[in-house]
């Protein structure tokens, strides 16, 4: 069966739900959401930098790659299971790595 992607915005409260068809979600929470977009932003912000110095393309192939790039950064930021755990991830160790070293 297919997945059904749900973004749910709540006032006041942001949550990212994703659910399947056999009724199971994964819910993350407002801070979750808010690490995605400066994720999503900064992979975007560097990606657009490096394409803007390479001189070897015409202008109308950058625009080409940097919308396609963009669509697939944001697929992964907000749909990519892997990607995001793995984003997750990171945080939580630099997060640890650094409450344990204070």
């Known amino acids: 069966m297919g ?6 915005a709540k006032t006041g409260k942001y949550s990212l739900s994703l659910g399947s068809s056999d009724g199971s979600y994964v819910k993350r929470g407002r801070d979750s959401v808010i690490l995605f977009t400066i994720v999503y932003g900064v992979i975007l912000t560097l990606t657009i930098g490096t394409i803007q110095l390479c001189e070897l393309t015409p202008w109308y192939h950058r ?6 790039l963009a669509i697939l950064y944001f697929y992964l930021c907000f749909f990519g299971n892997t990607f ?3 984003t997750i991830g990171m945080f939580n160790k630099i997060k640890e790595y650094k409450e344990k070293n204070n």
């Open 63 to 68: 625009i080409i790659v940097i919308t396609l």
């Open 3 to 8: 997945k059904e992607y749900k973004i749910k």
């Open 84 to 86: 995001r755990n793995k």
